[in-house]
C-alpha cells in the first residue's frame, strides 16, 4: 500500500494550490481517503475525505468548507485536494491517508486512529 502525496508550495494568500495524492497496492476504489494537515504546536487535524468510488460522499472540517474540494481519479488512483481563497492559518504539512473502509460514519473520517496507511507530507506555506 503506498499514498504519494504533492503538490505543495509556497503561495500569497487568497491564492490556490492543488495537491495530489497517488495511490497503489490496494483496490482504490474501495477505501475512502482523507486529507490531514499538522502545523507547528497544533494537533494534526482532518480536512477532508471522499468515500469510496461506489458513494464519492465528502467531508470538509468547518474552516475549509467553500474554499477547499476533494476529488477523486478513478483511472489515475489518485485523490486531489483543491485548496483555493488560502489562508496564512492553512499553513501546514499536509498528508494523505487510507481510512480503515469505504465510507466513514458520524464523525470518524477526522480521527486519524480510523486511517490504515499514510503518505509522505507535502509542505503548504501561505504567506506574502
Known amino acids: 500500500v503506498q499514498l504519494q502525496a504533492s503538490g505543495g508550495g509556497l503561495v500569497q494568500p487568497g491564492g490556490s494550490l492543488r495537491l495530489s495524492c497517488v495511490t497503489s497496492g490496494f483496490n482504490f476504489d474501495y477505501y475512502a481517503i482523507g486529507w490531514f494537515r499538522h502545523a507547528p504546536g497544533k494537533e494534526r487535524e482532518g480536512v477532508a475525505c471522499?468515500?469510496?468510488?461506489?458513494?464519492?460522499?465528502?467531508y470538509y472540517t468547518e474552516s475549509v468548507k467553500g474554499r477547499f474540494t476533494i476529488s477523486r481519479d478513478k483511472a489515475k488512483a489518485t485523490v486531489y485536494l483543491q485548496m483555493n481563497s488560502l489562508k496564512p492559518e492553512d499553513t501546514a504539512v499536509y498528508y494523505c491517508?487510507?481510512?480503515?473502509?469505504?465510507?466513514?460514519?458520524?464523525?470518524?473520517?477526522?480521527?486519524?486512529?480510523?486511517?490504515?496507511?499514510w503518505g509522505q507530507g507535502t509542505q503548504v506555506t501561505v504567506s506574502s
Open positions: 471522499i468515500s469510496s468510488s461506489a458513494d464519492d460522499n465528502t
Open positions: 491517508a487510507r481510512f480503515s473502509g469505504s465510507n466513514p460514519i458520524a464523525g470518524t473520517w477526522a480521527t486519524p486512529f480510523h486511517y490504515e496507511s
